[in-house]
């Protein structure tokens, strides 16, 4: 069945520093949505990702999407104590699948 | 407006024990979906209902159901719990039953079973 695989696991960087974390489908998707989960929290939606090879903006984060629409990364620059938290990819194929969750540890 | 509510938000029951768990969506969603987060795990994928009927069921035994009822909220079901049950169970609600939508997640109902 389709599986999304998420690296690293878990990332300690020291704040300014910059964060990726990659998403891996075994299937081609539809589309990839990325989540934050703060400890503690429930998962929040940060964006949608449709188009082969899209990127998108928000601020410091740069979300991308691979050509073959089978792979996705979200990439943080100069991180802030603010960043903290889980970050998850979920890839629809024929239907939601999360990856495992990027753990994203900043030190100030 | 509200945003995803789940009641309870915590909870103690002992094996073999029944669980009901209920869920509210956002005004104006139709689509209501289950997740199970287990501790150090992404959400897995438990049911999904849109305006009542199921529309996609992920990889869990018999022991769990779901309905949808006609205001759209929604109450997810595990019988028999077992210790591996224990988990955080977050609703997700959405405007529409495609799978492509996105999720806006309530708070969890967080399961302990002993």
Known sequence: GQQVMQIPQYQHVQEGEDFTTYCNSSTTLSNIQWYKQRPGGHPVFLIQLVKSGEVKKQKRLTFQFGEAKKNSSLHITATQTTDVGTYFCAGYGNKLVFGAGTILRVKS | DAGVTQSPTHLIKTRGQ????????????????????????????????????????????????????????????????????????????????SGANVLTFGAGSRLTVL
């Open chain 2, 18 to 97: 029944h669980v009901t768990l209920r869920c509210s969506p956002i005004s104006g969603h139709k689509s209501v979906s289950w997740y199970q987060q287990v501790l150090g795990q992404g959400p897995q994928f438990i049911f999904q209902y849109y305006e009542k009927e199921e529309r996609g069921r992920g990889n869990f035994p018999d022991r769990f159901s779901a309905r949808q009822f006609p205001n759209y909220s929604s109450e997810l079901n595990v019988n028999a719990l077992l210790l591996g049950d224990s988990a955080l169970y977050l609703c997700a609600s959405s405007l529409e039953g």
